[in-house]
């Protein structure tokens, strides 16, 4: 079936640091990909997302490039700041299946420091 | 707009006690879905409605009774809860149910059972 992997945390980095969480999935199907950001405390927030290959998505200077020859989806961002510390998703919706089902990755926690 | 509200932002409840859960949404979204996410756990999916009609249920207790009185609005009745059942409940909604829809999260409901 369908899987998401995403690396492990918690990861820590200092403010201004660039950062790179990896994302890889397993499809049946033509997924959308999608990154999800969950700040403490609080639900989950839809950050960025990629419906077909070679898509890029963006947003708060994060980006994400849905790459089908590696089957990933990292997450990016130039310059990190303490208010970007939370826990990322990676998830997957897969349409050949007309799934209705996100498939979530394990999430990984960030911790900014100043 | 793509908010999705949720009431009660926390809840505490005795195991005797019968509660509701309230989601709502005015996007126009024809599928919402319950999740339930436990404490550095990705969510996981509880339900899903389909044009108000519940389209999947993943083997959730029978403690958890879904209901979706319109198209904009969810709710979540709980009786006889565990204290194993004390979570994060998100809501979600999306366009409709063809696979690969982007899903739009709600801030969630904290909820303890004592």
């Known amino acids: 079936g369908d899987s998401v992997t995403q690396m492990e945390g918690p990861v820590t980095l200092s403010e201004e640091a660039f950062l790179t969480i990896n994302c890889t999935y397993t499809a049946t199907g033509y997924p959308s990909l999608f990154w999800y950001v969950q700040y403490p405390g609080e639900g989950l927030q839809l950050l960025l997302k990629a419906t077909k290959a070679d898509d890029k998505g963006s947003n708060k200077g994060f980006e994400a490039t849905y790459r089908k020859e590696t089957t990933s989806f990292h997450l990016e961002k130039g310059s990190v700041q303490v208010s970007d510390s939370a826990v990322y998703f990676c998830a997957l919706s897969d349409r050949v299946n007309r799934d209705d089902k996100i498939i979530f990755g394990k999430g990984t926690r960030l911790h900014i420091l100043p | 707009d793509t908010e999705v509200t949720q009431t009660p932002k926390h809840l505490v409840m005795g195991m005797t006690n019968k509660k509701s859960l309230k989601c709502e949404q005015h996007?126009?979204?024809?599928?919402m879905y319950w999740y339930k996410q436990k404490a550095k756990k990705p969510p996981e999916l509880m339900f899903v409605y389909s044009y108000e009609k519940l389209s999947i249920n993943e083997s959730v207790p029978s403690r958890f009774s879904p209901e979706c009185p319109n198209s904009s609005l969810l709710n979540l009745h709980l009786h006889a809860l565990q204290p194993e059942d004390s979570a994060l409940y998100l809501c979600?909604?999306?366009?409709?149910?063809?696979?690969?829809?982007?899903?739009?999260f709600g801030p969630g409901t904290r909820l303890l059972v004592l």
């Open positions: 979600a909604s999306s366009q409709d149910l063809l696979g690969a829809e982007t899903q739009y």
């Open positions: 996007m126009g979204h024809r599928a």
